[in-house]
């Protein structure tokens, strides 16, 4: 089992003929994943030979589900243009958009995600500026490398994308039943509790590792979900124990006001709801293979 993207997703890339959009179909397609489209106005009707594979390019998001059936839509557009791309994802009410795009205006995806919304919500956004999902020999949407671990009943959402690849190396050899990052900046559509209430109903998930980082009040009102609605058992990592005090920190999420949003709390927060958090990824690692093995 698998949450959010199946063996069974249909997956289009909008903006598949850039030059990254390229590149990650074709690893998207190497690990299996099936690609039934690109999205490029100017290239309609076109058909892109991707190491073997014929891939044809429709002219709207729409139009290629239209066609192909496509539930699934990747985003690899460009900041400026990536608020269009995403209400016309919206607009063609795809299931799933994973936006990759890094840099996206705040007010551009609060301004996405608030159309989804006053639309229905009948699209799920993974994203902005997030390396996808990937549920391990099954489906791959986006850029987490797909040879790192394999299939298993461990569930992943992370907030950091180089982390998310980090904890499947380390528990390569448990796998994972889907792992899921979210990206860190102030607005995103898919949150923690969204992927920790998937992943609760999903009944070949055994365990969940959150993973987290300093800034804002997503970990903590994850582990007041956690107290009321979770069963299974979470482990957890905060990225930013080290942070240096008053330093503004990479991801745009990123931001410290007084003592809320500090590494300690959010820790303090999820050990009250009862997640073991690691000091390190390593430890946190090791806390889940404690969790399997109990």
């Known amino acids: 089992m698998a949450i959010f993207l199946t063996a069974d997703s249909k997956v289009i890339v909008q903006g598949m003929t850039g030059s990254e959009g390229m590149k990650h179909t074709r690893r998207m397609l190497a690990s299996g994943t ?49 608020k269009a791309a995403m209400i016309e994802a919206i607009d ?5 958009a994973v936006v990759i795009t890094e840099g996206v205006p705040v007010h551009d995806s609060t301004e996405a995600w608030a ?53 499947m190396f380390e528990l390569r050899d448990l796998g994972f039943s889907t792992a899921i990052g979210i990206g860190g900046d102030p607005v995103i559509g898919t949150t923690h509790i969204d992927a920790l209430a998937a992943f609760e109903a999903d009944p070949e998930t055994a365990a969940i590792v959150m993973i987290g980082e300093i800034g804002g009040d997503a970990e903590e009102r994850a ?39 500090t590494a300690e709390a959010k820790k303090q927060a999820l050990e009250a709801a009862g997640v073991q958090v690691g000091k390190t990824p390593s430890e946190t690692a090791r806390l889940m293979r404690q969790v399997l093995s109990a």
């Open 92 to 96: 063609a009410e795809i299931p799933l």
């Open 34 to 82: 099936t690609i039934v489209g690109g999205v490029n106005p100017r290239k309609a009707g076109e058909t892109v030979d991707v190491d073997g594979t014929n891939v044809p390019v429709f002219g709207t998001v729409a139009d290629a589900i239209e066609k192909t059936g496509a539930d699934v839509s990747v985003l690899f557009v460009p900041p400026p243009f990536t």
């Open 115 to 167: 159309y989804n919304v006053a639309k229905g919500s009948k699209t799920r956004i993974i994203g902005p500026n997030c390396p996808g999902l990937i549920s391990p020999g099954l489906s791959n949407a986006g850029i987490i490398p797909a040879n790192i671990t394999g299939p298993g009943k461990i569930g992943l959402v992370s907030k950091s994308g180089t982390l998310t690849y980090q904890m």
């Open 223 to 261: 582990a007041a979900y956690i107290a009321e609605h979770v069963t299974k058992p979470v482990v957890g990592y905060v990225a930013g124990f080290t942070a240096p005090e008053g330093k503004t920190m990479g991801h745009a999420g990123a931001i410290v006001s007084g003592s809320s949003g």
